[in-house]
């Protein structure tokens, strides 16, 4: 994971600095313990192992379809709102972005 961040952080040209890149480094490597944590969970409450891998397939895809990466928070509609909330991923996606790039995501 840590060459993944300092090859992509460097080379997507995010800003320059190495607090910034720590800060970075840090929300990707938290992301991926709670995605892990999540896995372990599906898979101890699962029977059987395809059981598991379709359920944490479903659970990883609805977190990604509202988390913020495939959609903005203005595009998805108030009456499913509420995804967001439950997504892993969109405190992570904002958090990240806000620290490693020059933009401001409202």
């Keep these: 994971m840590l060459l993944f961040d300092l090859i992509t952080y ?12 720590f800060v970075y480094l840090i929300a990707t490597l ?3 313990l709670a995605c892990g ?3 372990i969970a599906v898979t101890m409450g699962s029977k059987t192992g ?10 990883l895809l609805f977190s990604m379809m509202f988390g913020g990466f495939l ?9 499913i ?9 969109t405190e992570t996606f904002y958090f990240s972005m806000r620290a490693s790039c020059a933009i401001t995501l409202d």
């Design 81 to 89: 709102g509420w995804a967001q909330v439950s997504s892993s991923r």
């Design 30 to 32: 938290l992301f991926n």
């Design 71 to 79: 959609s903005s928070r203005e595009t998805i509609p108030s009456w």
């Design 50 to 59: 395809g059981v598991a891998s379709l359920g944490i397939i479903l659970l």
């Design 37 to 39: 944590a999540l896995s």
């Design 10 to 21: 460097w080379s997507v040209g995010l800003r320059p600095g190495v607090t910034h890149f």
